[in-house]
């Protein structure tokens, strides 16, 4: 029984880390190609494309973001009782879904992106970039249904895969697009008197036509493999003789009450970017700052700091998605060991991960804008100085929110969410309004509504799962361990930088220095044991390297 159970964790979180793996890949490549779409279009483009994607994600989710972990969470629990008759159903409910509230979801942005952009964010022009992105709603809900599908049948390869092509072709698609159609908007706005506003708009156009080429490419191959699978699943719905097999009446309601909480929980999380855009750029215009500057700080704010801090915070994302459908098996199979050791294990491998991350890049924030962005304003380094410590809440709140739904609590999220919303808004308009610290207010905000949905989210899950989490190897070791890795890297940089007057090179030196110094620290401290260890990506290569060097204790 033992043994089984810690097959089933090792499985649970040797498949998060797949999809883990897939989506640090995946922002790597994000983070890459932003490098030369910014030089390409730069921090006013960077706030058109901002714009576009902030209403496109509200669009998104409420037409379809919710369906893969839907999905997934109810194949796994008729799977796991061999009920491959209603899995189908639940695919081909989904299916339906997906082509309805996607296509109208696509119709609803291409025809109001004016007004979306215009008169509700004050950024016309990047209604262009909007418009492309609207066909993206469509296919991304057709793609989502066939990545929930594979998830629920636990295995993370298809959606790892598609999600590593899919970017690839994005940021390929979208830094040729982006050169292409700068010039073009050149020409578009010589003729209608600003060159400079068209060729970024047109510019961020180009980088959200890589978006849609991207999706489509993953659709693609999600289709090839569903076809390929299609056949060998179809031999375990011949063979499944359950007789009172769900209608599609009981598919429909089944799917709706698992997907209507994800998506509040969701639209809650998005709103507050729509939000924080809509209070800073009206507030920071009624108090007299000029257009483009308020555009040139939202710019750094959405298209710097939150792509790097997205990188890390992914890790939480892949985990959420493949801990839903293992604890929903757990939980309705009533194994409640099973249940809290894999919610505490996820808890651990996450802040491992996170708080580290926001150390290091609330130390090297500057450096690395300046590594990738050839950005040395003072102020984007005091964003990412304020802001870095949102990647620990928000990556804790991202999977919280996912053990939750697991364990069958959907709208617990979506409570704590507008809770810690309601908060958040307050807090953003106090800032604004009374100390005047226009993007400041924004990045203090966004910390504070992290932090908010955390502490809900960890009451929640203790009252309900009866899971208690280790303090110490949680949250004090990797906390110590990352401070200790934070005064090491701040030296190395500085003593680098004097040494040999390069920013890139002493950048690569001290974030190299600092994981190493990091895990020896967290291993000598018995924050991982050898097992643990193993469940991480190379896990076994990662065990070897520390006996070489006598870290782990016997």
């Not at 991350?357 to 804008?369: D, F, Q, V």
Request: glycine share 8%; hydrophobic share 50%; aromatic share 10%.
């Amino acid at each position: 029984m033992g043994s089984n159970r810690k097959n089933s964790n090792t499985n649970f979180i040797l498949q998060g880390s797949l999809l883990a793996v897939a989506s640090i890949i995946s922002r790597i490549v994000g983070l890459v190609y932003r490098i030369p779409l910014t030089a390409t279009i730069g921090k006013t483009g960077n706030d058109f494309y901002g714009t576009a994607f902030s209403i496109y994600n509200i669009i998104l989710i409420i037409s379809s973001y919710s369906l893969p972990l839907s999905v997934s969470k109810l194949v796994a629990a008729k799977v796991g009782n061999r009920r491959y008759q209603d899995a189908f159903r639940i695919f081909k409910g989904a299916m339906g879904i997906a082509i309805v509230s996607g296509g109208l979801g696509a119709v609803c942005v291409y025809y109001f992106a004016d007004f979306f952009t215009g008169t509700l964010l004050k950024t016309p022009l990047s209604a262009i970039a909007l418009k492309v992105l609207a066909p993206t709603l469509f296919v991304v809900a057709i793609l989502g249904v066939l990545r929930g599908f594979f998830q629920g049948l636990n295995t993370m390869m298809p959606s790892a895969i598609s999600q590593v092509a899919e970017q690839i072709i994005n940021a390929i698609v979208s830094v040729v697009a982006a050169y292409m159609l700068v010039s073009y908007g050149k020409k578009v706005g010589a003729v209608l008197g600003d060159p400079e506003g068209y060729a970024a708009a047109y510019g961020a156009a180009g980088g959200t036509l890589g978006t849609a080429s991207g999706a489509f490419f993953a659709l693609l191959f999600m289709l090839f493999v569903y076809l390929v699978y299609r056949r060998r699943f179809m031999r375990k719905v011949s063979r499944d003789h359950h007789k009172n097999v769900a209608g599609y009446g009981q598919v429909l309601k089944a799917l709706l009450l698992t997907i209507v909480p994800v998506l509040l929980s969701t639209t809650v999380y998005s709103l507050s970017t729509l939000i924080d855009q809509g209070v800073f750029k009206n507030i920071a215009l009624l108090q007299g700052y000029e257009a483009r500057q308020i555009s040139e700080w939202w710019g750094v704010y959405s298209g710097q700091f939150i792509v790097l801090t997205n990188v890390p915070i992914s890790i939480a994302s892949a985990l959420a998605a493949s801990s839903v459908p293992s604890l929903a098996a757990a939980f309705h199979g009533k194994e409640f060991d099973k249940v809290n050791a894999q919610i505490e294990i996820a808890t651990r491998f996450i802040m491992v991960i996170a708080i580290p991350s926001a150390i290091g890049m609330a130390i090297l924030g500057g450096p690395l804008n300046r590594m990738l962005f050839q950005d040395n304003d003072p102020s984007t380094m005091y964003i990412m100085m304020l802001g870095t410590v949102s990647i620990a809440f928000f990556a804790l709140s991202t999977l919280t929110n996912g053990l939750l739904q697991g364990i069958d609590h959907m709208m617990s999220p979506v409570i704590h969410s507008v809770i810690s919303l309601l908060v958040h808004v307050l807090v953003l308009i106090v800032l604004m309004e009374f100390f005047d610290l226009h993007i400041y207010a924004v990045v203090i905000a966004n910390n504070i509504y992290g932090l908010g949905v955390c502490i809900l989210n960890a009451i929640a899950i203790r009252k309900h799962s009866g899971a208690r989490t280790d303090l110490q190897k949680t949250y004090i070791i990797p906390f110590f361990s990352a401070v200790v890795m934070g005064i090491a890297v701040f030296v190395s940089y500085e003593a680098c930088y004097r040494l040999i007057r390069s920013n890139t090179a002493a950048v690569l030196i001290s974030v190299c220095l600092g994981v190493a110094v990091y895990f020896v620290v967290l291993l000598r401290m018995r924050g991982l044991s050898e097992d643990e260890l193993r469940t991480m990506p190379k896990g076994d290569a990662l065990v070897r390297l520390a006996h070489k060097f006598h870290l782990l204790h016997n």
